[in-house]
């Protein structure tokens, strides 16, 4: 199983950029879909951004155009550029695996942003 440890996050004012990362380690890390969820008290868990070990992406709409998921494979660590912020990305950033094989699901403990002037 891959380990998981979010960083980047804080308070930024709308409009604002973020970069987020998600460091992993314990397995290989070449061998995982990787994904950035957000998630609300109260909300359901949703899905922002993945990128598969191929290096194709998929955005959910309401970020299309101002996120941007990448990886680095010789780092063992994926990240988010969050740009043109606006108060509604107000969140937890989860960072999530997925092995190739097993199918086996890893979170890390999050990383809270919060979009607010």
């Known amino acids: 199983q891959v380990q998981l440890v979010e960083s980047g996050g804080g308070l930024v004012q709308p409009g604002g950029s973020l970069r987020l990362s998600c460091a992993a380690s314990g397995s290989i890390f070449e061998t995982h879909n990787m994904a950035w969820y957000r998630q609300v008290p109260g909300k359901q868990r949703e899905l922002v951004a993945r990128i598969f070990s191929g290096g194709a992406t998929f955005y959910v709409d309401s970020v299309k155009g101002r996120f941007t998921i990448s990886r680095d494979n010789a780092k063992n660590t994926v990240y988010l550029q969050m740009n043109s912020l606006k108060p509604e990305d107000t969140a937890v950033y989860l960072c999530?695996?997925?092995?190739?094989?097993?199918?086996?699901?890893?979170w890390g403990q999050g990383t809270q942003v919060t979009v607010s002037s």
């Open positions: 999530n695996a997925v092995a190739l094989i097993t199918l086996r699901l890893s």
